[in-house]
């Protein structure tokens, strides 16, 4: 078996879990992004006035103590600690470059986000040497928030201490399940102690927002097992709750070992079994005070509790792409970094492009772009694409919004469209009605 076998992704995600991307990052899909607009970028960047987007910028730390299974991120298990030194010269010296630029000269990020990998791999000192550099070459004094994502057994007092001194506003915990054996069948490299013990450090130092990530649908995961994992998480009461149905991606050591056996079907929970663990989830953190905010959280206080990332990225906003293999997001230019760290650093080192594909946006994608992604919040405003795109929500849609309205997926609430509980958390398999028709068919969203 190849993965030609799997050629598109489950789209209607009504049985078993099969191989391909189902959650929807971004538009137009990646496979349509190219080295010929490459350029682009580097035009963008030397245009001669600045942007006016809200600025964000993402640094991707590759490393980690170990590989999940279901991991598909560019990330390295192997690398010493000259490998690390090196690679974060050249994310500062990427950095010095976009900062030079005239398309960001002068411009301070409203938003920074650290993912991975493990952010939380690096060591206290490093960490520090970072932060100080990216101030001193993006001053930091109009930040939003800062995210920093962290897995759970790299944390000790003295590194919390060291991230909520340069300035994190929200902890991303990377706790996926509660369960030693079903962290340990997944791959995981922490256990169940280790997220208490991060968990009640991080409450000590008052963090501003505190996240746990959970995901439905892990192998061995069970009934019993999910509802555990639900009962301690009420138990801590994160500020933020982001639970994911579990994906099978192609480059995942799951995929390799269904390759090896010839399986069609993914070992873990089929999509219903997933949808119900997260409306239960769901249904039971509202019991507890929670907000429902998109497919994936649940927010305890959204009023105070936000996720500026989330929502300025999904509303248009630059963001600059740091490391290897990471993504980003310049005047309505879509680009990706080189996917190999030596290929990187290399290049960095030498003073050649980093990038290693683009995608040019039309208006006409940058309005769908925003669309499917703010659907993902369970609800669109019609007078917010009136005013931003000259387009009528429900004009456009017309067909589809009575579809999805006699199927129960729907409703018209004043200015906005909302979607159902159960549409909700089937909305990635919903989106692509509204890609453009060139579109329709691409291998991976």
């Not at 992704?9 to 010929?36: A, C, H, L, M």
């Not at 206290?124 to 897995?151: N, Y």
């Not at 759970?152 to 991230?163: A, D, I, M, R």
């Not at 169940?192 to 927002?209: C, D, H, M, P, T």
């Amino acid at each position: 078996m190849t993965e030609d076998t799997f050629i598109k992704p489950d789209r209607e995600t009504k049985d078993k879990t099969k191989v391909g991307n189902y959650f929807v990052s971004n538009y137009p899909p990646f496979s349509f992004w190219n080295e010929e607009d490459v350029p682009c970028v580097e035009s963008m960047l030397n245009s001669p006035s600045p942007g006016d987007s809200p600025l964000g910028v993402y640094y991707h730390v590759p490393f980690c103590r170990k590989r999940c299974h279901f991991c598909y991120f560019r990330v390295y298990t192997d690398k010493n600690s000259k490998d690390v030194r090196r690679y974060l010269a050249a994310t500062m010296k990427e950095f010095q470059k976009y900062a030079d630029a005239p398309y960001l000269k002068d411009r301070k990020p409203k938003f920074i986000y650290f993912g991975g990998g493990t952010p939380s791999f690096l060591s206290s000192v490093q960490l520090v040497e970072l932060t100080d550099q990216m101030k001193a070459i993006m001053p930091w004094d109009e930040i939003e928030e800062v995210t920093f994502e962290c897995e759970p057994g790299t944390l000790t007092e003295k590194k919390l201490g060291v991230l909520k001194d340069f300035g994190v506003t929200r902890l991303s915990l990377g706790v996926e399940n509660f369960n030693d054996h079903i962290l340990e069948t997944n791959g995981r490299a922490h256990r169940s102690g280790k997220v208490f013990q991060a968990y009640e450090l991080a409450r000590k130092l008052e963090f501003e927002n505190i996240n746990i990530d959970l995901i439905a649908g892990m192998l061995e995961e069970t009934d019993e097992n999910w509802s555990d994992c639900i009962d301690r998480t009420i138990e801590l009461s994160p500020d933020c709750v982001t639970i994911y149905q579990m994906e099978i991606p192609f480059n995942t050591t799951i995929f390799k070992n269904m390759q090896a056996e010839k399986k069609r079907a993914a070992p873990v929970a089929d999509w219903p079994t997933k949808r119900r663990w997260v409306t239960e989830a769901f249904e039971r953190l509202e019991n507890a005070g929670y907000s429902i905010t998109s497919t994936c959280t649940a927010v305890k206080n959204p009023e105070e509790t936000k996720f500026i990332y989330r929502d300025r990225l999904w509303s248009g906003a630059d963001m600059v792409a740091l490391g290897v293999a990471s993504f980003g997001h310049l005047g309505g230019i879509h680009y990706q970094n080189l996917t190999h760290i030596e290929q990187y650093c290399d290049a960095m080192e030498e003073d050649s492009s980093i990038i290693r594909r683009a995608l040019l946006t039309t208006e006409e994608e940058r309005f769908i772009r925003e669309l499917i992604l703010q659907w993902k919040l369970g609800k669109v405003s019609i007078g917010y694409f009136k005013e931003k795109f000259g387009i009528d929500l429900k004009d456009r849609y017309s067909e589809l919004i009575d579809r999805w309205m006699k199927a129960g997926d729907l409703f018209v609430q004043v200015d906005e469209l909302v979607l159902s509980r159960d549409a909700l958390l089937r909305i990635d398999s919903k989106l692509h009605e509204l890609f453009l028709p060139q579109h329709q068919d691409s291998r991976y969203v």
